[in-house]
């Protein structure tokens, strides 16, 4: 157990000495001498003492504080110093801060943020509160804390000396006022989250969520609250929309009911009020609403506005739910049952503004296909790159120099971090460690996002245990990565490919702690403003000591900023930037026209309607979806009702050997059951095989082989067969790049069901 030192024998009395009288605070000040202080030391404290209760004197006030206020001090920051001579300015310095001690002033954060008084803090804890601090200490001290453990003690103290309050009674208000401050001085606050874990380790901050972070969250609001926003003049009809709104978020979501309250509250009724002064009611003249549809179709700016039928709609589902409850319950809602101002006729473009929508989308996907390798190959460079800049400089002497891909780099002088310089690209200083960190969270968000499809908020959510294992009736291990439920809230499992199981296999080695675990994270959920419960997700990082599954908004950073690296343009020369979204809709489109059954790769992405994968697949062609589903619609009806009977022993010995059959002589051919080889066995050019890493060397035969044929055909000028043999060639090549892929992550053991351990 930890056992707080004994409090000093010099400690002021918990008031503060404000009102103390000049006698008592130089007697009180003799006690922030040392021990045995030497003749020289006691004048010197003695004079600054004096200058200090002098330079105050000569201000008006009923005690030091209010003097001190008087001063203006507070308000110049470093300028604070009156015009005296240089050689007073240390002693007055000095006799403010034991002011400062002694708590007979209390400066405002501002001023202590401009005027950095050496060694006040250290002062501060050791005669006053002393005990707590004392106790404190240990609580920041961790192996894991590093130099945010000064940090934290030195934001406790700050807002000790500025409330007055031991650093027991301080509260959650107490850490929010700070926060603020250092905000408006354009400091972040380091060290707060530790001080407040540090506090509640003391027993403080009773009651109190167990991290700052979660005590600062907003979480959710009242629908009153979400209506109170926006300023609604009429009372009346503020009651009303926050009525019916308690009545419409039974069957909502807190993010859509927050969108809900913005158009009805905002782009409706407030932009009402801000055109038509006293407006009362729900009755709206033809002038009124024609108005307010010519505003709704362009935004502030004068740009057009997207998405206006969705507001047309909520409005019009507005009227007609209040005329229906107005029958159903007429004592409340008659009263505000009018004609909906939105006719049908209004809503009519809705299907065409969704056409236009898919139209856009589509054309973004067809453009974003081709630059997606160039994406993927600059994210995979970066990552190498400063993984081994980071191994360099770890033993590198500050000041020194090395070289890495021959780029100089010069290791910067710090104390706790890895600092360099780019020499043969002038910059900023950066921060190694954090570099590569983003390069390795780039490439993993790219790698899973497109060999996955997930949404983005589904990648975040991914954690250690949504990775299982399926055992075929052969013996066969299949890696799952099961996906938690999202926005249809059907959860679903995606069969893992090799090369997805590196990926994460390398995401969880980033991840785990020294006991080899995944640590327990709390994610919170953006959309509805939530902690979700301690999970080991596979998206975490450390953000100031602190572990923290990435938010929504880094993913789009890191996104962004690799895009610009790699120099993505459009045939016009525009600059392409990719959303974690656009992920979704490549890859929906690769797997589609890959071959891909439209139903399967709707359930791969969880959707429940096959309308919206086609809206995701950019270039598969409208003839063949339309004969796809009418062949579909022709087989049910010929489908004879025996094949919903059980399958017999013999129909399931079928398809238990058809796994069998899937063994040739490279590898495995992993052709959905029941289809014929569509390339006739020519196994070396099927994208269905994949590769054995142990039948390398008769692949390589067969490659000595085809290039002895093809001099043959040269020779004879079988100008047919030199083509066909040129593009096996073609295929042998890649088939070689996959199985030295294969044996690379087997010999960095990632690949395999132990990887995922």
């Not at 209760?53 to 003097?67: A, C, H, N, P």
């Not at 063994?663 to 029941?674: D, F, M, N, S």
């Amino acid at each position: 157990m930890l056992t707080a030192p004994a409090v000093p024998a010099y400690a002021p009395a918990l008031p503060g000495q404000e009102g103390a009288t000049r006698q008592e605070l130089v007697r009180l000040a003799e006690g922030l001498l040392d021990r045995r202080p030497t003749s020289r030391q006691r004048a010197e404290h003695v004079l600054a003492f004096s200058r200090a209760l002098d330079w105050l004197e000569t201000y008006d006030g009923e005690d030091w504080q209010e003097r001190w206020l008087h001063s203006g001090s507070d308000q110049v920051g470093h300028r604070w110093l009156p015009d005296v001579p240089p050689k007073h300015r240390h002693s007055l310095t000095s006799g403010i801060r034991m002011l400062i001690v002694l708590r007979a002033i209390r400066p405002t954060y501002a001023w202590f943020f401009a005027s950095r008084l050496l060694g006040v803090y250290a002062q501060f804890r050791q005669h006053n509160h002393a005990a707590v601090f004392a106790a404190i200490e240990p609580h920041t001290a961790r192996a894991d804390t590093g130099s945010y453990a000064t940090y934290a003690l030195t934001v406790l103290t700050h807002i000790a000396i500025v409330t007055g309050k031991s650093p027991r009674d301080i509260d959650t208000a107490d850490f929010n006022t700070y926060r603020a401050a250092r905000a408006a001085s354009g400091r972040p606050s380091i060290g707060l989250p530790l001080a407040y874990e540090a506090l509640q380790a003391i027993g403080g901050l009773v009651g109190q969520p167990p991290t700052l972070r979660q005590a600062i969250a907003r979480g959710q609001l009242t629908v009153a609250e979400l209506v109170d926003r926006y300023p609604i003049v009429d009372s009346g009809i503020r009651d009303l929309l926050v009525h019916y709104l308690v009545e419409r978020s039974t069957v909502l979501d807190y993010s859509t009911l927050s969108s809900q309250v913005q158009l009805l509250a905002d782009l409706f009724w407030c932009d009402l009020e801000r055109h038509h002064p006293g407006i009362n009611s729900l009755r709206l003249s033809d002038q009124a609403i024609q108005g307010w549809k010519e505003r709704l179709r362009v935004l502030p700016d004068g740009s057009p506005r997207k998405g206006t039928h969705l507001i047309l709609l909520v409005v019009r589902a507005f009227y007609l739910d209040l005329q229906q409850w107005a029958l159903e319950d007429p004592a409340r809602w008659a009263q505000w049952a009018a004609p909906s101002p939105i006719t049908e006729a209004d809503t009519r473009g809705k299907i065409k503004e969704l056409r236009l929508l898919k139209a856009r989308m589509q054309a973004r996907t067809r453009t974003l296909v081709p630059v997606l390798p160039r994406l993927v190959a600059t994210a995979q460079a970066e990552l190498e790159h400063t993984g081994r800049l980071l191994a360099a400089m770890q033993h590198t002497e500050p000041l020194a120099e090395v070289t890495v891909d021959g780029r100089r780099y010069q290791r910067t002088k710090t104390t706790w971090k890895i600092n360099a310089l780019a020499l043969d690209d002038p910059g900023p200083r950066f921060d190694v460690a954090q570099r590569d960190t983003d390069a390795f969270w780039t490439w993993a968000t790219i790698e899973v996002l497109r060999r996955t499809g997930v949404r983005v908020e589904e990648l975040l959510e991914l954690t250690h245990v949504g990775l299982r294992q399926y055992q075929a009736p052969t013996g066969e291990m299949v890696p799952l990565l099961q996906i938690s439920p999202s926005k249809t809230d059907a959860e679903r499992v995606i069969p893992a490919d090799p090369d997805l199981v590196s990926v994460l296999a390398k995401i969880i080695r980033r991840v785990k702690d020294e006991a080899g675990r995944v640590p327990l994270v709390q994610r919170f959920d953006e959309h509805e403003q939530i902690f979700g419960p301690p999970l080991p997700h596979l998206f975490q990082h450390v953000v100031n000591y602190q572990r923290q599954v990435i938010s929504t908004e880094r993913i789009r950073t890191l996104l962004r900023k690799v895009a610009g690296r790699a120099d993505l343009r459009d045939v016009d020369g525009t600059p392409l930037r990719f959303t974690p979204h656009d992920f979704r809709r490549v890859f929906s489109t690769e797997v589609v026209n890959g071959g891909l059954p439209i139903h399967i790769a709707a359930k791969l992405l969880g959707h429940l309607d096959l309308n919206t994968t086609q809206g995701y697949v950019a270039v598969y062609p409208e003839e063949v979806i339309n004969r796809y589903r009418a062949f579909i619609d022709e087989r049910r009806g010929r489908r004879p009702s025996e094949e919903y009977r059980e399958p017999s022993d013999a129909e399931w010995n079928e398809f238990r050997d058809h796994f069998s059959l899937r063994k040739v002589a490279l590898g495995t051919c992993e052709r959905p059951y029941g289809t014929p080889c569509q390339h006739e066995h020519a196994c070396v050019r099927c994208p269905m095989l994949r590769m054995a890493p142990a039948q390398m060397p008769r692949l390589l035969q067969i490659e000595r082989n085809t290039h002895e044929r093809l001099e043959e055909a040269h020779r004879l000028q079988w100008l047919g067969e030199v083509s066909a043999l040129e593009e096996n060639l073609r295929h042998i090549a890649d088939k070689k790049r996959q199985a030295e892929r294969q044996l690379q992550q087997a010999d960095n053991d990632e690949a395999g069901s132990d990887a995922l351990d």
